[in-house]
């Protein structure tokens, strides 16, 4: 099973406009784009969360029926934490922390701040509260079911376990980083940083972009913190894949250090492989050309599962000719080919499941398939977890969700008048 950790739909605490989060996503098309293809080359995709703030973004992107659809086949999974982070004055380092609303706060005024720590059910009601999408009573209510039954609450406490010395490990394991923190922090020990007041903590968000006075030195130790509290969700969900961006690839660089692997990761990879004149049926689908129903017909047509299957396998003899004739046979109407663009679709193909060298900047910048932006300008690979799920802290390994089957009874998007089974779904 292909399964991604789609961080970049991951929405992170804030105290101030986490609106602006969403609201980006909404408005970006190369999100709708993304959605869409993602769904169309993972069997599954998990996004992690804590106040569920990406329900209103899915549910406006692809539309109520699709949205529960995804979420009860488990086709897209909410994996839940409910703890944050942040380096705290006065010798304290890195901290966990939750917050709650404040005595004064009325309980019937819904804080998508504080959802992240709130109670699944709690969080649930306070993010459907606050949702500008019209919704009755009863539709609020099958919403809430529906998650209650299907959003995975990960165990925070040990996901966390270790993260600390795991992540200051990094740092003083790996020259580049270490050098870096030097400069003004010689001989200071990790948790007693300069530029921190005694009664200060700085909260770590990868939306909001440094104060012009803050550390640098603070903001990299936490930075190096969150990509590892990503890796280790990644782990425990079993992610073949993760999103990430060029911090992701430096903290991996630095575990390659640190553990005496060498850094241009040259075992990692056999080879990158590229495919040229694909259809770009992401952009199709952000342009309102592919409908959400056709968008899920073709996600659970044989053929789609079969290209899912053999991208899982690295597809190491496949000519160019062949990946691009599996994936028209993916969309399975030719008109709708020619009146999409295309794009070049690139993938690296793994050296085998023993290769345990980490992702490096020099093998990424060659697999710029896989170029994700996050909320600010720069590009990245997505990283094979089967590479950076090694270098994760020592903890239990949760049973990844499963997914559950669809009804094949449903009438096909095509316009046939068929059964889906009787039809693309044959």
């Known amino acids: 099973m292909r399964r991604v950790l789609a961080t970049d739909f991951?929405?992170?605490?804030?105290?101030?406009h986490l609106e602006r989060a969403s609201d980006h996503m909404i408005a970006t098309s190369e999100y709708w784009a993304r959605l869409a293809n993602y769904l169309l080359l993972y069997d599954q995709i998990v996004i992690p969360t804590g106040n569920l703030q990406i329900l209103p973004v899915l549910r406006l992107m692809v539309g109520e029926a699709a949205f529960d659809e995804l979420v009860r086949t488990r086709s897209?999974?909410?994996?839940?934490?409910?703890?944050w982070f942040g380096y705290a004055g006065n010798g304290e380092g890195l901290v966990y922390f939750q917050i709650s609303d404040g005595p004064n706060h009325p309980t019937s005024t819904p804080n998508i701040a504080t959802a992240f720590f709130k109670p699944l059910d709690l969080a649930i009601t306070d993010m459907l509260s606050a949702s500008n999408?019209?919704?009755t009573a009863e539709r609020k209510a099958e919403i809430k079911n529906l998650l209650l039954d299907n959003v995975v609450q990960?165990?925070?406490?040990?996901?966390?376990?270790?993260?600390?010395?795991?992540?200051y490990k990094d740092v003083l394991g790996s020259p580049h980083l270490r050098d870096f923190l030097s400069l003004r922090n010689s001989g200071r020990s990790l948790d007693a940083l300069r530029d921190i007041r005694p009664d200060q903590m700085?909260?770590?968000n990868p939306h909001v972009p440094p104060e012009p006075n803050s550390s640098r030195e603070i903001r990299a130790v936490l930075r190096v913190v969150f990509e590892n509290f990503l890796l280790s969700i990644g782990g425990h969900v079993e992610s073949t894949e993760i999103t990430g961006d060029a911090d992701t690839l430096n903290v991996l660089l630095a575990k390659g250090q640190r553990l005496g692997y060498s850094p241009e990761g040259n075992q990692a990879f056999a080879q990158i492989q590229k495919i040229s004149g694909v259809p770009d049926l992401g952009a199709a689908f952000a342009a309102k050309q592919i409908s959400p129903?056709?968008?899920?017909?073709?996600?659970n047509s044989k053929h789609a599962q079969a290209l899912r299957d053999w991208f899982a396998l690295g597809a190491p003899s496949a000519t160019e000719e062949e990946t691009v004739r599996r994936y028209i046979e993916t969309i399975g109407k030719p008109g709708l080919v020619d009146s999409v663009p295309t794009k070049i679709l690139r993938f690296a193909t793994t050296a085998g499941l023993g290769a345990i060298e980490p992702i490096t900047g020099a093998i990424a910048s060659a697999a710029d398939t896989f170029l994700l932006s996050k909320w600010f300008p720069g590009k990245s690979p997505r990283l094979f977890m089967k590479q950076a799920k090694v270098m994760l802290t020592n903890s239990p390994v949760i049973q990844p969700p499963l997914m559950r089957g669809r009804d094949r009874n449903k009438?096909?998007?095509?316009?046939?008048?068929?059964?889906f089974k009787k039809c693309c779904g044959r």
């Open 411 to 419: 009438p096909c998007s095509c316009g046939s008048g068929k059964k």
């Open 76 to 83: 897209i999974v909410f994996a839940r934490f409910d703890q």
């Open 202 to 204: 700085v909260v770590f």
């Open 10 to 16: 991951g929405i992170w605490p804030m105290l101030q």
């Open 293 to 299: 129903t056709q968008l899920l017909d073709l996600r």
């Open 154 to 167: 990960l165990p925070t406490p040990v996901i966390t376990e270790g993260l600390r010395d795991e992540s």
């Open 133 to 135: 999408l019209p919704s």
